[in-house]
């Protein structure tokens, strides 16, 4: 595991600079070749998705706004509670400013993937209902349209792109999901992650073997109800703690360009540091440029590509600056996200690790020493060179021995025993501290924090895990079909089925590997995934152009006004 881990920092190290600038590169490269069709069109993007110009004669397997609703359940999953919690614990509060760019941007970027993969997506003649009657997706533009617009043969780019984003479904899109939801319930009622993993995978189970319209008729009623549901709670924070409101926005905006938070440390590295988290969760949030979402709304029924894009150009609006800021707003305006809280530290907890933390807080991750001295319930680090005991990456100033943490302890913690001997010769495998939070557990205290001045407290850690399990679970069904739509490109339909049951194995497996673990691996994956698919929407940006520019002087959505 450690020559794994090794491996996905060091990947991870070197796509993550190259990530940054694709995605935000390209992003800008299309917002001005379209000529800010994120914001020029998206009135559009909303008529188009109300259904007012719908026609249930047109190819595809299901309307706009289901093709919106299966898209949306992907994004906002649990990228808008733990994916956002992540990125201000490890950049800072000033990361979700580079979200809100990214998203901008992305608009753009989704509204040209989407348009291309309807452009070139292909029927499936005779094949059974669950199985679906249209695909497309990336591989398809990446293929034929560069075959087209240039001659070039980039098959196999579009397999590779394929059986990576095949690969991405059942690590993000499927394993950190069920990974998230396991976490949450173990955390509040102690169940098994193995049990909880079991129950989540017959659900996904019994709604992906319906295959898209299934898919979609479910998503078509659970995207609208858990986004209401989040926003509502977070809106009723908000306005509990309107006091901070104001603070957290400029906390925001002042630690984008010079940030002071999260565990990075001061100076200009932190600054590349809180962009580059940024816009990881930001994409791993909306997806815009990964080239996921294009393979949902290739199913819409629609004979005009570009109708379809600008209603896919909602996505990052909604899921980013919309549901991801309200998780901003509630985690940075409560003060939950330089909190420390009371903890038990089970000395096999995986979120335990050590690292040397300089003078100025930054933290440099090492391995576990052969013990760690404690006097009173304080370490006996003396200077940056030693390490110490850190949770969720931030250290543990204190130890107690018992939950209330009036007993101080003093002995010696042994790593690589998982024991704390005692000075009087007593053995603990737990211990209590106050700690810093992270991923969904941090939203969680946010909410907690915010509903405290009311007395409901209580209720923070039951609306986020409501919402962690119905993001969650929606996340997953869509991105099954993500899945399945790249395994019939590489092999055909006869691998449909096989691919799902896979996939639901995979969601189970993801429930009881450690939360790190998972999230690096899909951050490698994504990597993989977007960048072939920008460097295709910069080179057919002038195909984009065009269908753009015909659409709208066309205007065929009038022949489909209602009477």
């Given at each position: 595991?450690e020559?794994?881990?090794?491996f996905?920092?060091i990947?991870?190290g070197?796509?993550?600079?190259?990530?940054?600038?694709g995605?935000?590169g390209a992003g800008a490269?299309?917002?001005?070749?379209?000529g800010?069709?994120?914001?020029r069109?998206?009135?559009?993007g909303?008529a188009?998705t109300?259904?007012?110009?719908?026609d249930?004669?047109e190819p595809g397997?299901v309307?706009?706004?289901?093709a919106l609703?299966?898209?949306l359940?992907?994004?906002v999953?649990?990228g808008n509670i733990?994916?956002?919690?992540?990125?201000?614990?490890?950049?800072?509060p000033?990361?979700l400013?580079?979200?809100?760019?990214?998203?901008?941007l992305?608009m753009?970027?989704?509204?040209a993937e989407?348009t291309l993969?309807?452009?070139?997506?292909?029927?499936?003649d005779?094949?059974?209902?669950?199985?679906?009657?249209?695909?497309?997706?990336?591989?398809?533009?990446?293929?034929r349209?560069m075959?087209?617009v240039?001659?070039?043969n980039?098959?196999?780019?579009?397999?590779f792109?394929?059986?990576?984003?095949?690969?991405t479904?059942?690590?993000?899109?499927?394993?950190?999901?069920?990974?998230?939801i396991a976490?949450q319930?173990a955390d509040?009622?102690?169940?098994?992650?193995?049990i909880?993993?079991?129950?989540?995978a017959?659900?996904?189970g019994a709604?992906?073997?319906?295959?898209?319209?299934?898919i979609?008729?479910?998503?078509?009623?659970?995207a609208?109800?858990?986004?209401?549901i989040?926003?509502?709670?977070?809106?009723?924070?908000?306005?509990?703690?309107?006091e901070?409101?104001?603070?957290?926005f400029a906390?925001?905006f002042?630690?984008?360009?010079?940030?002071?938070?999260?565990v990075?440390?001061t100076?200009?590295?932190?600054?590349?540091?809180?962009?580059?988290y940024?816009?990881?969760?930001g994409?791993?949030s909306?997806e815009?440029?990964?080239?996921?979402?294009?393979?949902?709304?290739?199913?819409?029924?629609?004979?005009?590509?570009?109708?379809e894009g600008?209603?896919?150009?909602l996505?990052?609006?909604?899921d980013?600056?919309v549901?991801?800021?309200?998780?901003?707003l509630?985690?940075?305006?409560?003060?939950?996200?330089?909190?420390?809280?009371?903890?038990?530290l089970?000395?096999?907890?995986?979120?335990?690790?050590?690292?040397m933390v300089?003078?100025?807080g930054?933290?440099?991750?090492?391995s576990?020493p052969?013990?760690?001295s404690?006097?009173?319930?304080?370490p006996?680090?003396?200077s940056?060179?030693?390490?110490?005991?850190?949770?969720?990456?931030?250290?543990?100033?204190?130890f107690?021995?018992?939950?209330?943490?009036?007993?101080p302890?003093s002995?010696?913690?042994t790593p690589?025993?998982?024991?704390?001997?005692?000075?009087?010769?007593?053995?603990?495998?737990?211990?209590?501290?106050d700690a810093a939070?992270?991923s969904?557990?941090?939203?969680?205290l946010?909410?907690e924090?915010?509903?405290e001045?009311?007395?409901?407290?209580?209720?923070?850690?039951?609306?986020?895990?409501v919402c962690?399990?119905?993001f969650a679970?929606?996340t997953?069904?869509?991105?099954?079909?993500?899945?399945d739509?790249c395994?019939?490109y590489l092999?055909?339909?006869?691998?449909?089925?096989?691919?799902?049951f896979?996939f639901?194995?995979?969601?189970?497996v993801g429930a009881v590997?450690?939360v790190?673990?998972?999230?690096?691996?899909?951050?490698?994956?994504?990597?993989?995934?977007?960048?072939p698919n920008?460097?295709?929407?910069?080179?057919l940006?002038?195909?984009?152009?065009?269908?753009?520019?015909?659409?709208?002087?066309?205007?065929p959505?009038?022949?489909?006004?209602?009477?």
């Open positions: 595991m020559i794994l881990e090794h996905i920092e990947a991870n070197f796509l993550s600079p190259i990530l940054v600038v995605l935000l490269f299309l917002t001005i070749r379209l800010l069709v994120q914001i069109r998206l009135g559009h909303f188009v109300s259904g007012r110009y719908d249930p004669n397997d309307s706009h706004f289901q609703t299966t898209a359940s992907a994004t999953g649990t733990a994916g956002v919690a992540l990125a201000i614990h490890w950049g800072g000033g990361a400013f580079w979200m809100w760019v990214t998203a901008l992305g753009a970027t989704k509204y989407v993969a309807q452009h070139y997506r292909v029927t499936m005779g094949t059974a209902k669950w199985e679906g009657s249209v695909a497309g997706g990336p591989m398809y533009y990446i293929e349209g075959k087209d240039f001659g070039w980039w098959k196999p780019v579009a397999v792109f394929a059986f990576m984003l095949m690969i479904s059942f690590f993000t899109g499927n394993a950190i999901q069920s990974n998230t976490t319930v509040n009622f102690g169940i098994a992650t193995w909880t993993g079991l129950f989540t017959g659900i996904v709604v992906i073997i319906g295959g898209i319209s299934r979609g008729k479910v998503t078509g009623i659970l609208p109800v858990m986004a209401f989040y926003v509502a709670a977070a809106t009723v924070v908000l306005f509990i703690n309107y901070g409101i104001l603070p957290a906390t925001i002042t630690e984008a360009f010079n940030p002071t938070a999260g990075a440390g100076g200009m590295g932190i600054f590349l540091f809180t962009m580059r940024g816009v990881q969760r994409l791993f909306n815009a440029g990964q080239g996921s979402a294009p393979i949902a709304h290739s199913a819409a029924r629609t004979d005009e590509p570009v109708s600008v209603v896919a150009l996505e990052p609006f909604i980013t600056i549901i991801c800021t309200m998780t901003g509630v985690i940075v305006s409560t003060g939950a996200f330089s909190a420390k809280v009371p903890t038990t089970s000395l096999t907890d995986g979120n335990i690790s050590y690292a300089d003078e100025a930054g933290h440099l991750s090492t576990a052969s013990s760690i404690i006097t009173d319930g304080y006996e680090a003396t940056a060179t030693d390490a110490q005991f850190t949770y969720y990456d931030i250290e543990v100033s204190r107690f021995v018992d939950v209330d943490q009036t007993v302890f002995g010696v913690i690589g025993a998982v024991e704390a001997a005692a000075a009087d010769g007593t053995s603990y495998t737990v211990l209590y501290g939070r992270n969904s557990p941090l939203t969680t946010g909410f924090k915010g509903l001045p009311i007395g409901l407290a209580w209720m923070g850690k039951w609306i986020i895990l962690v399990f119905l679970v929606s997953a069904i869509s991105w099954s079909y993500y899945g739509r395994a019939n092999w055909g339909k006869k691998a449909i089925l096989p691919y799902k896979v639901l194995i995979f969601h189970f590997l450690a790190t673990t998972i999230w690096d691996l899909g951050d490698v994956a994504l990597a993989l995934v977007t960048l920008v460097i295709t929407l910069i080179l940006s002038g195909l984009l152009k065009k269908l753009t520019d015909s659409y709208f002087q066309r205007k959505w009038e022949n489909n006004k209602p009477v």
